[in-house]
């Protein structure tokens, strides 16, 4: 493709995106039993609260901040979007991504969704399964098939996510090695920042070239969707595409990546329901679910309240940064039973884990899709894999973002 | 008079549109009772297709609270008896 060319320095970079891997989350194994404690005293916490990492200072000139555990109260938050803010995500993440749908409140926020959503409706990603998720997946398993053990992780879940979005995006196949490390340094902004800013500002150079070109071509893929729409009357401009596209990947590949990873832990340390579920594949359904609500792959959504209010009893001032512990609502032993297990044939209840309110995970479909299809496409090659006993035992770790490491697994050579 | 116990009234299945924001939760939780439209709002095909358990997840479930239920006339409440 012509016009590509103005970033060529990183094309040649052989990458393995392993590299970035402890940067992004942080390294807690289990903050729970923190948040369950804290949640039994109060579901809503007004000041610093310390869980494992140390206590952050209290800023006397500011609100306190609020700090929330319990399933109703986040609900209740997310739900309120007058009262509880996204504009917070303005200094977290505005420098980086620039402006986003994620810091926008109503109804400037449902009217740059309502453009992009059809894209990412069910019926509209039907047509990704087979031609893109189920080939790419097949073609990360065709490289370690015939070796009888593998890293998922690394060999699979870190990798699929970014090439499908990468082709829902209509890329070149050979742009992908780069886009997925921008993609990954964007992510990381919070462990670099100037190599965040940089990636932020490749990306948009990188996304300007690619917009030219479907402008004059245009083609099925979303970019050229979003140069074509309109909202009230108007197309979006380049910098709110380029916004749009660059929230693509810290919303699209990161967590997807992270929650089937996490689904396949949880798998592979319960043979029971390893089982059920290779032998019934619709179970995966609820599988899915239950790892979304048991390890959100997100753990902490921030607003900010825009008056004075009263949440579980507990005062919140006017402008209190306030974080909402998805990991958190969604193990409140007043909702869930046995929180703490997985178990995908619990009674299903809704969860936090694609977040709640207007705000909801615009790509929990696509997520859900992209799963089931590389899951299934693992259990179909592989046979019934099991964890490599010979490797380092892995374990799911983070704070803001969760999810396994590693996953050493062994398995029939050849499938 | 019908004894209203033994054979209770079907539940009535409403969307607001303005808050509808089209998040397809519902179709998830109750596919054979919602669909969405070309514009993006959720629509109810059939009620009676889903067991009120089921349709009481998808309503709670809704991010923005769009879905009420009813019956005879009544909104239902959606809170869990826990």
Request: hydrophobic share 40%; proline share 7%.
């Amino acid at each position: 493709m012509p016009g590509l060319n103005s970033t060529a320095d990183f094309a040649a970079v052989p990458f393995d995106p392993y590299e970035l891997k402890d940067v992004v989350g942080g390294t807690i194994r289990d903050p729970y039993p923190a948040m369950q404690a804290l949640r039994r005293i109060s579901p809503v916490h007004s000041g610093p609260i310390d869980l494992g990492e140390g206590a952050e200072i209290a800023d006397p000139t500011k609100p306190a901040p609020v700090t929330v555990f319990g399933y109703d109260e986040v609900v209740q938050v997310l739900r309120d979007s007058d009262t509880y803010s996204s504009t917070i995500y303005e200094e977290v993440m505005g420098m980086v991504m620039g402006r986003t749908i994620l810091q926008m409140d109503e109804p400037e926020h449902r009217s740059i969704r309502t453009l992009v959503a059809s894209s990412f409706r069910s019926k509209m990603l039907e047509r990704w399964e087979e031609d893109l998720v189920a080939r790419v997946v097949n073609e990360l398993i065709d490289t370690f098939i015939d070796e009888g053990r593998t890293d998922l992780v690394r060999s699979v879940t870190f990798n699929f996510p970014v090439q499908v979005i990468a082709r829902i995006l209509g890329l070149p196949r050979e742009d992908y090695p780069r886009f997925q490390r921008w993609a990954l340094e964007l992510t990381s902004v919070a462990a670099n920042w100037e190599r965040g800013i940089a990636a932020s500002n490749a990306l948009r150079d990188y996304f300007a070239d690619v917009m030219e070109e479907r402008r004059a071509h245009p083609g099925d893929d979303l970019i050229s969707e979003l140069v074509r729409t309109e909202v009230e009357g108007r197309h979006l401009t380049d910098e709110e595409i380029f916004s749009f596209l660059r929230l693509i990947l810290p919303a699209g590949v990161e967590t997807t990546y992270r929650a089937t990873g996490s689904m396949l832990f949880a798998l592979l340390h319960d043979r029971t329901q390893f089982d059920a579920l290779y032998n019934d594949r619709s179970l995966f359904a609820p599988a899915f679910e239950e790892v979304v609500r048991w390890e959100p792959p997100v753990c902490v959504i921030l607003r900010r309240a825009t008056r004075e209010a009263e949440l579980a009893g507990v005062k919140i001032e006017s402008g209190a940064d306030i974080a909402l512990l998805i990991g958190a609502a969604n193990r409140d032993e007043r909702k869930y039973p046995e929180p703490d297990r997985y178990d995908m044939f619990r009674e299903q209840r809704q969860h936090v884990g694609f977040g709640f309110g207007v705000h909801v995970c615009l790509g929990m479909h696509l997520a859900r899709m992209e799963s089931r299809i590389a899951v299934n496409t693992l259990l179909d090659r592989l046979g019934p894999f099991t964890l490599d006993p010979d490797a380092e035992p892995p374990h799911i770790e983070g704070m803001a973002f969760r999810s396994p490491l590693s996953l050493p697994v062994v398995f029939t050579p050849g499938g | 008079m019908a004894d209203d116990a033994a054979e209770p009234r079907p539940l009535d299945v409403r969307v607001d549109w303005d808050r509808c924001m089209g998040s397809g939760n519902c179709v998830f939780w109750a596919p054979e009772t919602f669909d969405l439209s070309d514009d993006g709002h959720a629509v109810v095909v059939d009620a009676a297709a889903t067991d009120e358990e089921r349709l009481r997840t998808a309503a709670q479930g809704c991010p923005v609270g769009a879905i009420s239920l009813w019956r005879a006339g009544a909104e239902v409440p959606l809170e869990e008896s826990t």
